[in-house]
């Protein structure tokens, strides 16, 4: 496992690369711009509030994308440096952020939590004073101080608690230890110091608690949190229970489980190397040395066996206490239940039961008797209403009345072919053209015809010239 003083070396260089390839600081001019002097916020509020907002996201971005939870402003400046220069007056801008509240003290924060559990200010508060060197600075921006981003650590904060939520399939897989802890989050690259913020912050929201080793009553502040053996952590959506001494024994039997597995581990990589030994013993013809190595080989198989049913029984252990939880919890669940229903069950009684429900019965009754009654009435009205009437008279008159409606229909229709027909033939233009569907008259009905025509003409009054002509015309055709 990496020390913390690997994992802030890391990650220093991961935020001095992060910060170095922003594009604002690749553009000289726009990183001088940047690293100048901040104006008041009262002579030049835009130039102001750009500033600010740009070192805002840049101290958010590299927390983010680094895992940067606790910094200095030493640290900062460090991270800010591009090609040997670094913003000089950065300790004016920590001093707005603190202003705003944007950042604050890592001392300050831990008191307006107002913690006075003695699990934490000793366990937790004094042995994170120790290795982080907190003391009470004479300015704001002094280069050793310690500062967080609030926002920053709670979100991280509930990563933690999500991530552990993930590995808890079991009533027993909510206590683990503090060093299993640290594995499970190996990549996250944090510190102890930070890892034990965010369980800070998971206890005030009653999602963890500490199990310290309770041989060691009196803490000093040399022990560096070594104290802390594990963690219980709350099931979603619910409060962490109160620590009792079965937590240890899970705890105990869990940490006995993978050292004897780590030592099975172990086991096996010797009994591999000797089994090769004695093969090249073997080939050279080294019987004794070979014979020494198979005596060592079966006593480390001897040991491997032993510690392999050691790990199985401390295995079948942890299963029946998860079983045992289990039933524990269904029991509370019933009695829970139990309780609950004989509470509902006074409030009810037998006689009252009994009662509403003959009251319903009779309710029921009452009500078909009445429904009864209504439908024989009616009945009885639509009978005398229907006395005199002939119905074989009825059923012939609606007949008539079909017939007839029948008749007009067929009129109505009629006359409005006829309508149409003589709206069609008044909507056709006149023509001269020849119709074969007149008759072609004969030779004697011809001179008729011309005769009728002549005395047409000599009694009629003079035509027009232009008449004149169409006479002529039509006298020639």
């Known amino acids: ?54 070192w805002n996201n840049s101290l958010i971005d590299i927390s983010k994308s680094c895992n940067i939870l ?22 004016l801008i920590l001093n707005e952020m603190i202003k705003t509240k944007f950042i604050v003290k890592y001392e300050e924060y831990i008191k307006d939590y107002g913690w006075s559990k003695w699990v934490w200010t000793k366990m937790v508060v004094q042995p994170f004073q120790y290795y982080t060197g907190l003391s009470t600075p004479n300015t704001e921006t002094e280069k050793n101080v310690k500062f967080i981003l609030p926002e920053m650590i709670k979100d991280k904060a509930e990563q933690l608690y999500q991530h552990q939520l993930k590995n808890m399939n079991s009533t027993t897989d909510n206590i683990i230890s503090y060093i ?15 890892l034990d913020l965010l369980l800070l912050v998971l206890f005030r929201d009653s999602k963890v608690l500490i199990l310290t080793n309770n041989k060691i009553k009196n803490i000093n502040n040399n022990n560096n949190g070594e ?26 039997l869990q940490t006995t489980y993978e050292t004897l597995k780590q030592q099975e581990s172990k086991l096996l990589t010797d009994i591999e190397e000797i089994s090769n030994t004695i093969k090249e013993s073997i080939r050279i013809k080294q019987k004794n040395h070979a014979l020494l190595q198979l005596k060592k080989k079966k006593l480390l198989e001897s040991i491997l066996e032993k510690r392999a049913t050691a790990s199985t029984n401390i295995h079948e252990i942890l299963f029946s206490i998860e079983s045992a939880k289990s039933n524990q919890q269904i029991i509370e669940s019933l009695c829970t239940g139990v309780s609950t229903l004989k509470k509902v069950n006074q409030e009810i009684s037998v006689d009252q039961v009994d009662s509403i429900l003959d009251d319903y019965q009779d309710a029921i009754t009452n009500q078909r008797e009445i429904d ?17 009437i002939d119905e074989d008279q009825l059923e012939k008159e609606l007949d008539q009345m079909l017939q007839d409606h029948l008749t007009l229909e067929k009129e109505e229709k009629q006359k409005q072919k006829q309508i149409e027909k003589e709206k069609q033939q008044q909507q056709q233009p006149p023509t001269s053209q020849f119709n074969p569907n007149l008759p072609i008259p004969l030779k004697n009905e011809e001179d008729e015809l011309l005769k009728e025509l002549e005395s047409l003409s000599v009694t009629s009054n003079p035509l027009p010239k232009q008449d004149e002509n169409k006479q002529k015309t039509s006298e020639l055709i």
């Open 227 to 252: 104290d802390r053996i594990g963690i219980k952590f709350a099931f979603d959506g619910e409060k962490v229970q109160p620590i009792q001494e079965t937590d240890f024994g899970i705890l105990k």
């Open 180 to 194: 299993n802890l640290e594995k499970s989050i190996k990549d996250w690259y944090i510190t102890r110091e930070e």
């Open 372 to 388: 009864d009654a209504m439908k024989s009435g009616f009945n009885s009205v639509e009978s005398l209403s229907s006395a005199d």
């Open 70 to 91: 606790i910094f200095t402003p030493k640290l900062l400046s460090t991270y800010f440096t591009v090609e040997n220069v670094s913003p000089i007056y950065l300790p």
């Open 1 to 54: 496992m990496n020390n913390d003083k690997e994992i802030n070396s890391e990650k220093s260089k991961r935020a001095i690369n992060h910060f170095s390839n922003k594009k604002e600081i690749k553009n000289s001019d726009r990183r001088g711009i940047l690293f100048s002097k901040l104006p008041s916020q009262q002579l030049n509020p835009d130039r102001y509030d750009n500033l600010m907002t740009f």
